[in-house]
């Protein structure tokens, strides 16, 4: 156990006769470990940008809730009467008529 020890901590297991498939796995595991890093790491990006897009429609939804009371304030009786006052128009006094179109029946 202790030779063993030795052997992996001077490197023997490098430079011995099956060292060429030693370096293989060794090369096949910096491979993977170098992977998993960039995976981890596009990971991470992709996740800051949801939540960056998730503040964004925040954000519009507050907007579009503003925009749309604000549309249906001008959108009110009252407020369209004030601004054609100011140019000198107003309401009628008298309600309008119905108009009744009686066809006559041409055989």
């Not at 030693?22 to 960039?38: G, Q």
């Amino acid at each position: 156990m202790k030779t063993g020890v030795l052997d992996l901590l001077k490197g023997k297991f490098l430079v011995s006769g099956d060292a060429p498939k030693n370096w293989l796995f060794i090369i096949f595991i910096s491979f993977l470990a170098t992977v998993m890093i960039s995976s981890s790491h596009s990971a991470d990006q992709k996740v800051h940008q949801i939540a960056l897009l998730n503040e964004e429609v925040k954000e519009l939804r507050n907007e579009f809730v503003d925009m749309r009371s604000d549309v249906q304030q001008l959108k009110l009786e009252s407020s369209i009467t004030g601004k054609i006052a100011e140019k000198g128009l107003f309401p009628s006094e008298t309600p309008p008529q119905k108009i009744r179109v009686k066809s006559l029946n041409v055989e």
